[in-house]
């Protein structure tokens, strides 16, 4: 079992920024990769931000490419989201993702965190 927990979201005006952090907590050396998802208001799947894996490759969604970036922190199961020039289609809430292999693919999911972009 892995448990994660995000911080950071909040209330920003356009063209700011905000750092999101996911500490995943259990079984988090069986954690393969670990990444972002968002869900816009009125929207009902979640969507890609951006995702990093164990050999620290990433992938971002096209939408925030060269303005958000995915990194690992000191404490090998932290992520963080650094999200700059961000716009009101960024409001959405933002949930931390890890995919665990032990046996089978596991798929964990954070609580979420709104994050609001005002215009």
């Known amino acids: 079992q892995v448990q994660l927990v995000e911080s950071g979201g909040g209330l920003v005006q356009a063209g700011g920024s905000l750092r999101l952090s996911c500490a995943a907590s259990g079984s988090t050396s069986s954690i393969k990769a670990m990444g972002w998802y968002r869900q816009a208001p009125g929207k009902q799947q979640r969507a890609l931000v951006a995702t990093i894996r164990s050999d620290g490759s990433t992938t971002y969604a096209d939408s925030v490419k060269g303005r958000f970036t995915i990194s690992r922190g000191n404490a090998s199961n932290t992520v963080h989201l650094q999200m700059n020039s961000l716009t009101p289609e960024a409001t959405a809430v933002y949930y931390c993702?890890?995919?665990?292999?032990?046996?089978?693919?596991?798929?964990?999911w954070g609580q979420g965190t709104q994050v609001t972009v005002s215009s």
């Open positions: 993702r890890a995919t665990s292999e032990a046996g089978l693919i596991w798929v964990y």
